[in-house]
């Protein structure tokens, strides 16, 4: 069995457990040294077995990695990915856990439920695969799909538009920040709106959400009028249009949660460590 042909999709598991390329990479290299020393020959359900030893890997670094996002400057967003690096995105329920609305929610789950929920959700896993990979019963995984399902289920499983629909938007919304348009920029948002911005103490950045329409357009209006945008396009991320944006010399990659043709989410990744699954950021300073 050639490793490499599970490679993609042991990567998206492991992004989607983590919300890191960064370190899901590492996590599946780890994988591949303790297949590469396993006798390959007894092991009857090879995708299985893999598919075990990323998930116990990325539980661990799970775990670790919830004391280092508690101290860390400012909120703490998901790395976002161009979609094609992420694996195979041929069900509805692995595009769902791929958006970045959904990896963000995913952060308010204890490492065991965010381990149920996808490997249940995303990879359709039964029940008793999943129990030995947590090490929990059966009962309780059951019990952590259902805690994670509602936990998650704001913001999920509502209309969302299409790709086209959704890349229009980004658009709009660009043009009424750029240009000071306040009204058409209020008319996109709900009034719950919520603004995050990650620079990770590397940029400047909001240290803290930014919450409600009025704060968010005043933001906003505010940021457009004291920086000058450089660069600004669509790009594919997490399996649906972003904005890369250059402001000032610093790139930057902008998500919007869009649900029922308003955005309810507008998330923002400056730190500068968290781009490099993006080639544009080789043509830009990343110092802080």
């Known amino acids: 069995m050639d490793f490499e042909t599970y490679r993609p999709m042991l990567l998206g598991l492991a992004y989607r457990l983590l919300g890191s390329m960064w370190d899901a990479e590492d996590v599946v290299q780890e994988a591949w040294l303790r297949w590469s020393g396993t006798d390959q020959a007894k092991v009857e359900e090879p995708r299985a077995f893999l598919v075990t030893i990323v998930s116990r890997l990325a539980l661990d670094q799970l775990r670790s990695a919830r004391v280092k996002r508690e101290a860390y400057t400012g909120p703490w967003l998901p790395e976002p990915v161009p979609t094609a690096q992420v694996g195979p995105l041929d ?12 990896l963000h ?10 381990a ?3 490997l249940r959700e995303a990879f ?15 009962a ?16 999920r499983d509502r209309f969302r538009p299409s790709a086209e629909d959704h890349s229009k938007l980004l658009l709009r919304f660009l043009d009424a920040a750029q240009g000071g348009d306040l009204t058409a920029l209020t008319s996109m948002l709900s009034d719950d709106v919520v603004a995050w911005n990650d620079g ?8 803290n959400p930014i919450m409600g329409r009025d704060k968010v357009v005043a933001f906003v209006a505010a940021l457009t009028r004291r920086y000058s945008f ?18 000032e010399g610093r790139p ?9 043709g308003l955005v309810h989410g507008i998330y923002a990744v400056l730190n500068p460590d968290k781009l490099r699954p993006f080639p544009e950021t080789d043509h830009f300073p990343q110092t802080a």
């Open 91 to 102: 069900t509805a329920e692995l595009r769902d856990t791929l958006s970045y609305a959904t």
């Open 105 to 114: 929610l995913m952060e308010r789950l204890s490492p065991p439920e965010r």
């Open 116 to 118: 149920v929920f996808v």
């Open 124 to 138: 359709d896993l039964p029940y008793e695969e999943i129990a030995e990979i947590v090490g929990a019963s059966l």
């Open 140 to 155: 309780n995984c059951r019990q952590m799909h259902h805690r994670a399902s509602v936990r998650l289920a704001e913001g």
């Open 200 to 207: 990770g103490g590397k940029v400047r950045a909001a240290l």
């Open 230 to 247: 450089e660069d600004a396009r669509v790009v594919d991320a997490n399996g649906a249009p972003a904005l890369w944006i250059v402001i």
């Open 252 to 260: 930057q990659v902008a998500t919007l949660d869009v649900r029922d």
